[in-house]
């Protein structure tokens, strides 16, 4: 029938994927196309149902999507763009905020680059993964199913065993956790304060068709914003390698001018408000900016290494290449050993390791 739509979702442990659809479906003001949704078990069975008509799109995690890429190509379908992340920050589930646990609190952070992130704003605290549970906090052995975890570790949170643990957004809401949360947010309150970037693709839903479709049916679904943020975090993680998986934080949106404006007459920076100006230095409020930050920190969370940039929105796809390149000079010369400026000096160790 050609006024009837059906979309497939598949969710993962961290992104409700089925959610965010439909809530954006049901938003939509068309009465004379019947959408139907229906829940996939796994991505092969997802994949094999739209590329047999049975799906007309299908929506899954970008992690999914941007793995398989080959196996997309060779049946017949492609990603078309993607959904504008909306919840990409994790949660500190702890009665207190980070701040303010106490000194040597354990925190429990299965996240290599979160672990980092938090050792980056206290030093002073045990951030250690679920598995080491049973040795430091006497507790029992981590459940095998992945959707038990997030009670196990609030009763265990109940218990005192330990002072807090990280999870997403997703896995607090259906565990029914009582427990305070607290946000890491990747711009603090506060000029200077703790700020953590989201995890490579974080709450990013891909958006798959068959490579017939129509367009209209593609843009239905999905976002300009998220077709970038689909575009440059694919493009930046498929150039570092794996060298970069799991840690390194990334965060790419998009901005308005005068949004821009407000925030460097606040902070006082000159050179932000100086990337909203054109060579003849004149404002040019009606193209959206994309902002692109990266960033990777060292095992003890002491070093930091980033790189942000904000261009136009025409500009992106160059100034992301760009920066790729910046990147991979930038690691590369933080992590080489420092040369001697005498014989006699210290040994001088990289200063990201």
Known sequence: MENRLVIGTLDSRHCSVSVQIKSHIQSLENKELQISFEKVSDFDTG????????????????TE???????????GCAIVGARTPRRPSLLLVSPNRLMYQPKSAIIVCEFELVKRQILRARSDLEVIHYEELERLAGGPKPPKDESDRANWLGELLSEGRIDGFVTSMKEYEESEQ???????????????????????????IAIVCRANSPIEMSKMITEPEGDTVIWVQSRIMGDLGETSQGILGIQVRHRQVGAILRQAEEERDILLEQACHDPEGEIIEEEVRV?????????????????????AKSEFQHATIALIGDWNRMVKESSRDVPKDHPTDDDAPPFLR
Do not use: C, M, Q, W
């Not at 398989?68 to 060779?74: K, L």
């Not at 990747?186 to 990013?204: A, I, N, Q, T, V």
């Open 291 to 311: 902002e692109i930050r990266i960033e990777t920190i060292s095992e003890d969370g002491n070093r930091t290494l980033a790189l942000d940039r904000l261009v």
């Open 47 to 62: 994949l094999d149902d739209l590329s047999s008509d049975k799906l007309d799109i299908l929506a899954i995690p970008a």
């Open 178 to 204: 009582t427990e305070r949360r607290h946000s890491l947010l990747p711009f603090p309150k506060e000029r200077g304060g703790p700020h953590f970037l989201p995890l490579p693709y974080s709450d990013l």
């Open 65 to 75: 999507a941007l793995h398989s890429n080959g196996e997309i190509a060779s049946k």
